[in-house]
């Protein structure tokens, strides 16, 4: 893989882009740093061998320009996590970034102002993309959470830099977890998905069927594989129009001799709210005005033995609804099994925006052997695609 490793940065100004799109409270201070933590190796790498860093990244969803996605606000919090004071400029192209550009010494960093507020960046516009590439030597991809997009400076870019771009430690170390536990897994391998939907996670059990051996079915798209199989699942989330396709998962899975491990019993309740009545009983029996919002505990118990059993495992999506108390057992359970396996010595991934989010609130980031950065990218991987933003790399 091409990282920056093998780089020596002396003298050489590095174009990093970074996923610093960190969520912000109402008073502009940063909430969770992770991101920028997770950035902060690849930036010293650059630092220490005497390189100067210019970073971009793009922050919210902003329409043109909009103060309160600016970059300035994270400006201090950016200071603080790597060591250095970052400058900043207004704008990421055009004079003023040109001039702070060419005077940026060996040591400092630069950081631009909020690459959406330009169109041009979600367009891929390879007139933008060039301006950008113009102002440093070397060009690093570390933003993993946009590497499936083919915007200017996660892809179009790289062009610029044909014998001079390189994958940064961050997304470096997220295609080689992906890797290992889909190319170069020990097995047995299992997959855990949860979440709310079937269809927002076909493409990846697709994919997956020849890759494991197991595949733990959790959250609300449990209730669409107990209905196709004929159970009662009450008022519970189901998509209807996808009945067929959980029996021809079940189909493919059985060829496949991948086993698919679904819930046998569901903590219930009569409304869709912490305050509601509940009650545990087996997944296929739940009465109408009934809906399944979590695993029960015969289902922590079954799936507790599959995951020790197991030398690989990848958690994407809560078991329930975790962001209620009483709905969030069946994902800490899961959570502790997965820690336990991972302390035995098995290799753990957990990725996607909210198995992420369960994983945090839990406190079991350090007990798993890689938290992912990417929720819709990591997805995208585990679909088998190739990302824009790595492939521009390896092209
Ligand atoms: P996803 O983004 O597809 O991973 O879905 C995550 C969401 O699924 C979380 O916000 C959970 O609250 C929700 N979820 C998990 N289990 C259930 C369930 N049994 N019924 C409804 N929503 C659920």
């Given at each position: ?60 969803r ?46 400092e ?93 076909i ?32 008022n ?43 009650q ?21 118990e ?46 753990s991934?957990?990725?996607g ?37 790595i ?5």
């Open positions: 893989m091409k990282t920056i490793q093998q780089v020596n940065f002396e003298n050489k100004k590095a174009l990093i882009r970074v996923d610093f799109n960190v969520p912000l409270d109402e008073n502009f201070q940063v909430t969770d740093t992770t991101r920028i933590e997770a950035a902060k190796p690849s930036i010293i790498k650059v630092l220490e061998d005497g390189g100067s860093v210019i970073l971009m990244s793009h922050l919210g902003p329409k043109g320009v909009e103060e309160k996605f600016s970059l300035k606000h994270i400006v201090s919090k950016v200071t603080e996590i790597i060591g250095v004071q970052v400058k900043f400029v207004s704008d990421c192209v055009g004079e003023e970034v040109e001039e702070a550009a060419k005077s940026l010494q060996n040591g960093v630069l950081l631009l102002e909020n690459l959406r507020f330009h169109p041009e960046e979600k367009k891929g516009d390879v007139a933008f993309a060039e301006k950008l590439a113009s102002l440093a030597d070397i060009y690093i991809n570390d933003a993993f959470g946009t590497a499936h997009r083919a915007h200017a400076s996660t892809a179009i870019i790289a062009q610029f830099f044909p014998n001079n771009k390189y994958f940064g430690f961050l997304l470096a170390k997220e295609i080689e977890s992906i890797d290992k536990v889909l190319n170069n897994s020990e097995k047995p391998v299992t997959a855990i998905l949860g979440g709310a939907k079937v269809s927002s996670k493409g990846v059990i697709e994919n997956i069927l020849d890759k494991v051996d197991h595949i733990i079915v959790g959250g609300g798209m449990t209730f669409t594989f107990v209905k196709a199989l004929g159970g009662k699942i009450g519970s989330l189901c998509e209807d129009d996808k009945l067929q396709l959980a029996l021809d998962i079940l189909e493919k899975a059985k060829a496949k001799n991948v086993q698919i491990h679904l819930p046998v019993d569901a903590v219930i309740a009569d409304a869709f709210s912490n305050d509601a009545n509940t545990e009983v087996d997944t296929n029996e739940i009465p109408d005005g009934w809906m399944g919002l979590d695993t029960g505990s015969k289902t922590a079954l799936f507790a033995e599959v995951i020790a059993q197991s030398k690989t495992i990848l958690w994407n999506g809560p078991l329930g609804v975790f962001e209620l108390d009483n709905f969030a057992k069946g994902t800490i359970e899961l959570g502790n099994s997965i820690a336990e396996a991972t302390k035995n010595g098995a290799f991934l957990v990725g925006g909210d198995s992420v989010a369960a994983v945090k609130k839990f406190g079991f980031q350090d007990k798993v052997s890689y938290v992912s950065t990417g929720g819709g990218a990591m997805l995208e991987m585990l679909e088998g695609r190739t990302l824009p933003g492939q521009a790399i390896l092209d």
